[in-house]
Nanobody
Framework: QVQLVESGGGLVQPGGSLRLSCAASGSIFSINAMGWYRRAPGKQRDLVALITSSGSTNYAGSVKGRFGISRDSAKNTVSLQMNSLKPEDTAVYYC???????????????WGNGTLVTVSS
């Protein structure tokens, strides 16, 4: 079975940086897209950034210019470089991927369990 495991969360001061990583494991034929969502305290889960198999990217307006998403297709990983962090970036960050296994005719949605990012002085 496919699993997504996030890492890199923690406590950082405003203006600081963190790099989140997500590794997909299991029997994987292809990955159509990978990305990051986040759920801030008391709010719903929203898209932060995504990257498709063709390399196209999308970012939430609140993180444009500060965050960068990248991938390593050979390792089935995706990373999120977060710079100039603000207290409002505090959230649980979830890895998401659309993955096709050999026995599948199409990609399916997979989610990690999340990693906590706290931005506070």
């Amino acid at each position: 079975q496919v699993q997504l495991v996030e890492s890199g969360g923690g406590l950082v001061q405003p203006g600081g940086s963190l790099r989140l990583s997500c590794a997909a494991s299991g029997s994987i034929f292809s990955i159509n897209a990978m990305g990051w969502y986040r759920r801030a305290p008391g709010k719903q889960r929203d898209l932060v950034a995504l990257i498709t198999s063709s390399g196209s990217t999308n970012y939430a307006g609140s993180v444009k210019g500060r965050f960068g998403i990248s991938r390593d297709s050979a390792k089935n990983t995706v990373s999120l470089q977060m710079n100039s962090l603000k207290p409002e970036d505090t959230a649980v960050y979830y890895c998401h991927a659309i993955i096709r296994q050999v026995e599948d005719l199409y990609g399916r949605d997979y989610w990690g369990n999340g990693t906590l990012v706290t931005v506070s002085s």
